[in-house]
T-cell receptor
Framework: AQKITQTQPGMFVQEKEAVTLDCTYDTSDPSYGLFWYKQPSSGEMIFLIYQGSYDQQNATEGRYSLNFQKARKSANLVISASQLGDSAMYFCAMRGPDSGAGSYQLTFGKGTKLSVIP | NAGVTQTPKFQVLKTGQSMTLQCAQDMNHEYMSWYRQDPGMGLRLIHYSVGAGITDQGEVPNGYNVSRSTTEDFPLRLLSAAPSQTSVYFC?????????????FGEGSWLTVV
């Protein structure tokens, strides 16, 4: 069974500073995908970044980067130059192996609430 | 781009009533799924579909039915609503493992059962 652990229920960061949101995962599958989603107070789930288990380089998308440490089974999200609009819940999620129904289903962590301070 | 569209956005039901949450996507995605989100929790999978005519259960399927008659639509039915089904429901779609790996979500449907 897959499991995602986010150990930080809440985080504070000063505007324009960088922040790291932790995510560890557990799976016995050699092939998997890791996602980060942002959920603002309005409730929608916004895709931020994806990392495949076989990707050699850490994923980056604008101000978001994923610090992927496969041996440690961690996939931390780094947000650079935080903005007030980054205040939201952030969820780490895992997709199953690259075959069958598990390839598109997501297992979610419980989330981290990020608050950006002016 | 419409993406994944869910209706209604808000609904209040009485215990025992039935209703259907609608989900439609315009991206020609094969895979669609329904999740629920409870306070302090991440999303949990209710049901999913790998294509028209094919559905299966996820982690928390009890009390819900689904069908997939077309590629575009994937409705979620609550047959006899219970207070435990008070939650936020998200529909998601994906083109699959060769798509660039993104799973897209609708904006959510807030359901309260009283």
């Amino acid at each position: 069974a897959q499991k995602i652990t986010q150990t930080q229920p809440g985080m504070f960061v000063q505007e324009k500073e960088a922040v790291t949101l932790d995510c560890t995962y557990d799976t016995s599958d050699p092939s998997y995908g890791l996602f980060w989603y942002k959920q603002p107070s309005s409730g929608e789930m916004i895709f931020l970044i994806y990392q495949g288990s076989y990707d050699q380089q850490n994923a980056t998308e604008g101000r978001y980067s994923l610090n992927f440490q496969k041996a440690r089974k961690s996939a931390n999200l780094v947000i650079s130059a935080s903005q007030l609009g980054d205040s939201a819940m952030y969820f780490c999620a895992m997709r199953g192996p690259d075959s069958g129904a598990g390839s598109y289903q997501l297992t979610f962590g419980k989330g981290t609430k990020l608050s950006v301070i002016p | 781009n419409a993406g994944v569209t869910q209706t209604p956005k808000f609904q209040v039901l009485k215990t025992g009533q039935s209703m259907t949450l609608q989900c439609a996507q315009d991206m020609n995605h094969e895979y669609m799924s329904w999740y629920r989100q409870d306070p302090g929790m991440g999303l949990r999978l209710i049901h999913y579909s790998v294509g028209a005519g094919i559905t299966d259960q996820g982690e928390v399927p009890n009390g819900y039915n689904v069908s997939r008659s077309t590629t575009e639509d994937f409705p979620l039915r609550l047959l006899s609503a219970a207070p435990s089904q008070t939650s936020v429901y998200f529909c998601a779609s994906s083109a699959g493992i060769t798509s660039g790996n993104t799973i897209y979500f609708g904006e959510g449907s807030w359901l309260t059962v009283v």
